[in-house]
């Protein structure tokens, strides 16, 4: 995907970053990126196809003199893995941020400024190392360009100020469950079964998650509560497969807790009519 002018520039001056200092054309002002919210501070789950918008919330403090005019000086949040020093990865907005002014001094200005960093898993994802914490930086870059037919110059200064809060990105997760025989005989052995697999960035899919503990729960009809009733741990395959005794007709479904780096998942309950034993004549 086409990064925009913001993620262009910053992307070249990461790129730079522990090789080659920019030769600055001018100071770099002092800038405050403070109360930084990512994503109202829940994880980022991200699958394997559809982009994740993030929104990112913050303030920031500048000199009343500097123009953040968004074509040639621009100011914005961004999230990394690793440190500035040897990154490991790193997510930019596309489209400027919006910011209002809250408040001035004769020497700043102070703004509250929202912005949306997309995350599409085919671009910006690219192996099981990117499922961790990662951290918020402060961008700030000043572009000077002339171009010509017969002459092109161009210069830049740009600052990153790190780890000013953090982010946790996750590998989606997704549970199936099937619940057999149906209907099932009251007091009869029901087998239960279904699979856990978890987003891998790296292939593009979804894959098996095995030995990681899911709980099976049942609602019986009529209730709106679930309750647990075993747990299990996940085989081959992230296969899922134990039995229980028909008592009553309900829903069975099997519930992940999640990981460090995989989210939470429920799979969609499995209705299950419950028919009394056959009479003995």
């Not at 910006?124 to 037919?149: C, I, N, P, R």
């Not at 519930?255 to 009479?279: N, S």
Request: proline residues 4%; hydrophobic residues 40%.
């Amino acid at each position: 995907m086409r990064k925009l002018a913001i993620g262009t520039a910053l992307s070249g001056a990461l790129a730079l970053a522990g090789i080659a200092a920019p030769a600055a054309s001018a100071a770099t002002p002092n800038l405050v990126f403070s109360y930084v919210t990512v994503n109202k501070g829940k994880a980022i789950v991200v699958g394997t196809t559809k982009t994740v918008n993030v929104p990112v919330t913050y303030t920031l403090t500048r000199p009343a003199d500097l123009v953040i005019d968004n074509k040639k000086t621009f100011a914005a949040v961004m999230l990394y893995r690793g440190t500035l020093k040897s990154l490991g990865n790193e997510l930019d907005p596309e489209v400027m941020p919006t910011c209002t002014t809250t408040a001035t001094t004769d020497t700043t200005v102070t703004e509250s400024c929202s912005e949306t960093i997309p995350v599409d898993p085919d671009d910006y994802l690219y192996e099981a190392a990117d499922a961790t914490t990662w951290k918020a930086g402060g961008l700030y870059a000043h572009l000077d360009s002339t171009v010509s037919d017969d002459f092109l110059s161009s210069e830049y200064d740009a600052a990153i100020w790190g780890n000013l809060t953090t982010a946790k990105v996750q590998r989606a997760a997704k549970l199936t469950v099937n619940a057999t025989p149906e209907p099932a005989v009251q007091g009869k052995t029901l087998t239960v079964k279904g699979k856990l697999t978890r987003a891998n960035w790296e292939t593009g899919k979804y894959a098996g998650y095995k030995g990681q503990k899911v709980v099976l729960q049942f609602r019986a009809e009529g209730s709106s509560t679930y309750q647990n009733v075993k747990g299990i741990t996940s085989g081959t395959g992230g296969a899922l497969s134990t039995t229980v005794k028909a008592s009553k007709r309900g829903y069975y479904r099997f519930v992940f807790a999640g990981t460090t780096t995989t989210a939470a998942a429920k799979a969609a309950g499995d209705y299950v009519e419950v028919d009394p034993p056959a009479l003995e004549l």
